[in-house]
């Protein structure tokens, strides 16, 4: 390895397209969390999960035009940190990266460990052997480092193809439940935000509407790395957006009328391929589930990895993590993220060793909790990074009256700032293990807050000298 102080990944000169972007975006996961953050979100709004899906993806098309727009004029490993940094300030800029990296880890870490809750049960039920959940977790975690450890084309192309590949049983089943009508018969109600049912709310449901898009944005921290980053980079944040979000919206909407009924068919698709085709075609939507959380865990290892070099190389982080192999990894930021999910694990497996709560309905086990504390956490973190990021967005842009981006600033901030004001709001605020994971959320600013103070303090030139490394382009527009 070598120090890459000074040194851009790809060393500025990268090889990665448009497609290889979108698959480091693809860390959204949409099969993934159309089956389980989906359902989650469907139980909060019942009635309207599509009408409040197409109002998510408006909100975050919102963000995805700010971040797109930055990219345009810089591009980095540091993605938002740098953003940040060269629009309202290098203060500003390294504590969203702070809290960036806070909450990425925490997803990070949360992603192996909801894998292992999937699969060990799978293996039960179809494999004819219970491994326990950890030794799943390690196995995925063992995957997801080797793709990342040989080179980002390797791991984007895997993500692209494990995504095509989930992408085939779900499509069959939307086919075959939209034909037949579900379990109540095709409408368009659905669509119609009133038509929620009683208790539920629009706006309870985009919590977790906006937690299945998280991650769109990593491609961002392939700037150094792709061949035409000012226009690759805006392209697949874009087309993200856009693909993530109608996958979401038909899902959402063959749950709807795919569950219920006289049956009581659970909003498990699953159980919904079980019912409407058969049991193959449910167990290949459990593998295609399996698969996608495999790909979002590359995509999630490969970004936070490199928002933590670039930190380092800054001087922000330990120098260790501004390393690289030879292959142009940042390969000890990357080891960093693997320990830290190590402990996570066993942390995660001494707390839930003795929970004696019962599974959920989707099939996990018990330490799928971990998950849930996690994921709540890292949510409540990027929203406010989101929240930032629109208000550098609306500065920057107005300026350069770019009227469709200082729009998409002020819509994606009224998203973001009302997903942390819900927190608060009684009969909206997260309880259980969620509300652990939100007191956790707000732990992590407090240390970013501490980390900036440190560094102001001991280092003030470093923090002057914030994402220096960004790469900035001329201000010629770029057609998407």
């Not at 070099?309 to 990357?334: C, E, H, T, W």
């Not at 001494?350 to 018990?366: E, Q, T």
Request: proline fraction near 4%.
């Amino acid at each position: 390895m070598e120090n890459d102080g000074g040194i851009l990944l790809g060393e500025g000169k990268g090889k990665l397209t448009t497609i290889d972007a979108i698959g480091q975006s693809m860390a959204a996961g949409p099969i993934f969390s159309t089956a389980v953050i989906g359902a989650f979100m469907f139980s909060f709004c019942p009635g309207a999960s599509p009408a409040t899906m197409i109002l998510t993806t408006i909100g975050i098309m919102g963000l995805g035009l700010v971040i797109a727009a930055f990219a345009k004029k810089f591009s980095g490993a540091g993605a938002l940190y740098e953003y940040l940094a060269h629009s309202i300030g290098k203060k500003a800029g390294v504590l969203g990266a702070g809290a960036y990296y806070i909450a990425y880890t925490a997803f990070g870490v949360s992603i192996p460990i909801i894998a292992g809750c999937i699969i060990s049960p799978f293996c039960s039920a179809h494999l004819g052997f219970n491994p326990p959940w950890w030794a799943c977790t390690l196995v995925v975690l063992a995957i997801i480092a080797v793709l990342n450890i040989v080179g980002v084309r390797v791991s984007v192309k895997t993500q692209l193809t494990v995504l095509g590949l989930s992408m085939i049983p779900f499509a069959i089943l939307c086919i075959v439940v939209i034909a037949k009508g579900g379990a109540t018969g095709n409408t368009l109600a659905v669509f119609n935000p009133g038509h929620v049912q009683a208790g539920g709310s629009v706006f309870k449901g985009m919590l977790f509407a906006i937690l299945m898009f998280v991650g769109f944005e990593l491609s961002a921290s392939l700037g150094e790395e792709t061949a035409e980053p000012k226009k690759s980079i805006p392209r697949a944040v874009i087309s993200v957006i856009l693909i993530v979000g109608a996958i979401y919206t038909v899902t959402q909407y063959v749950g709807s009328i795919g569950s219920g009924g006289p049956n009581k068919i659970p909003f498990d698709f699953g159980v919904m391929a079980q019912v409407y085709v058969g049991s193959w075609l449910s167990i290949l939507v459990n593998i295609a589930i399996i698969l996608d959380i495999i790909g979002i865990g590359i995509g999630f290892f490969s970004g936070l990895s490199r928002v933590g070099f670039a930190l380092a190389r800054d001087g922000l982080l330990p120098a260790p993590m501004a390393k690289i192999s030879q292959r142009r990894v940042p390969a000890v930021s990357l080891w960093v993220t693997i320990v830290l999910t190590l402990i996570g694990t066993v942390i995660t497996g001494i707390v839930f060793a003795f929970d004696n709560r019962a599974s959920s309905a989707l099939g996990l086990i018990n330490a799928a909790w971990g998950y849930e504390i996690l994921s709540a956490m890292g949510t409540i973190i990027v929203a406010l990074v989101y929240a930032a990021l629109c208000v550098a967005g609306f500065k920057m842009f107005l300026k350069e009256k770019q009227w469709i981006t200082v729009v998409g600033a002020i819509v994606g901030f009224a998203v973001a700032v009302g997903a942390v004001a819900a927190q608060f709001i009684p009969g909206l605020a997260p309880t259980g293990d969620a509300a652990i994971g939100r007191t956790m959320g707000f732990i992590g600013v407090v240390v970013a807050i501490l980390w900036l103070v440190f560094h102001s303090v001991k280092n003030p030139d470093r923090v002057e000298a914030a994402a220096q490394h960004a790469l900035q382009h001329e201000l010629a527009e770029v057609e998407l």
